[in-house]
């Protein structure tokens, strides 16, 4: 039997409000605010470790190392590394912020996975996202490739593709773009990908105001390295007009697990022909659930993030993960509380406190990566990153004893914050047994 497993992003101690990601509303409106990395990440890891309690398989993936001195090296700041770091603040705090952030955390957006069942030769895909649209995210996929390889490590089950070409043409954000839709988690199923901007075709419309960061070509491309077949993939254009009121990725507006698809009425362009192409492609039922304006606006979707929401299997049906921001915005609760008394598949909501995450744009869809495992997958995991109760203890203590309360952009200039990093990564790495992940350790 088949599981879905979540991989959450331990958040790093450099997490900071820096308003570096513009098209994201909270990112710009937080900026400069003062961040408290210790609480970022402990929220992160009781939401993982909840999650194990209702019965779930959840995994943790590394943070990655920041500031990111060799990066800083590359454009030429020199001395020692706190000349480095003073340089880089004194030419612009806003880059310092840049190769400081913690922005890996959001691990939806590490790579896109298509399971066994989809591929043509069985083996586990995994395609590292290039991240290119926004500085900040486009230092992380080489890490990140060497952390997922570190984590999936049997070759015999999984595939490691690099990213794709850094160029805007392939813009490619990960599984914040991709839903699998399936019956069974080891049925084959049909991949979803959802994009913002199709460069062949300059006649095709995209948003005017803010950045479409993922391309149908850079989906394209993921559907032929991963094996999938016209039979089992749909592309679908997310609607460029709720791109421009903030939303940045399609997580932020819809969300799918087996054969659910829970969406906003606006998410998508083409919905109906669309729609009938994935039921025809399924060849089993659908529930598509749709969220009419009428009972939540773009905005409220945006500042509530309803659909950056886990959708999970329980034994007792499926269970909506949501961020508090959902309780607290009154139109949001009153439709989450009529959903439950629909007849629909989803039976119960639960809210977390992701807050620190939630002042950057990214809820709980945003700090996890899905994926599912047959048996022998599951097997082909590096054990340390599966969360235990031990491994819970450890990260725990590991938080307490090496994150800072309050972080400010100042602080990222500090030569001691830096040292305090690599001393946590480096217990990191040996805590969740991952060799040598990171640039400092090479
Ligand atoms: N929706 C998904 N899957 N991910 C959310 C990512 C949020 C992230 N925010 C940031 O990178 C803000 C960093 C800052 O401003 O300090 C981003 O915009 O890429």
Redesign the pocket.
Known sequence: MAIEMNFDGLVGPTH??????FG?VA?LSN?NQASNPKAAAKQGLQKAKALTELGLTQGILAPQERPFISQLKQLGFTGSEADILKQAYDYSPTLL?AYS?A?CM?T??AATISPSADTADNKVHITPANLIE?L??SIEFETTSRILKSTFVDENVFAHHDALPAHPFFGD?GA?NHTRLCSEYDSKGVELFVYGREMTNPHRSFPKHFPARQTLEASQSIARLHQLTTDNTVFMQQNPDTIDQGV??N??ISVGNRNVLFYHEQAFVDTERKFDEIRQKMGTEVHFIKVPTSEASIEDAVSSYLF?TQLVSLSDGMAIIAPKECEQTPAVKAYLDKLLTLDTPIKAVHYFDVKQSMQ????P??LRLRVALQQQELAGVNPNTILTNELYQSLDAWIEKHYRDSLTIKDLADPQLLVECRTALDELTQIMNLGSVYDFQR
């Not at 900071?16 to 990601?21: I, M, P, R, T």
């Not at 950057?360 to 809820?363: A, L, S």
Request: proline letters at 0%.
């Open positions: 900071n409000y820096a308003g570096l990601s994201n990112s900026a912020a952030s922005s959001w939806a957006n926004k900040h995210r954000e914040a940045f990725h997580d932020v950056n950057n744009g990214g809820g869809a945003c």
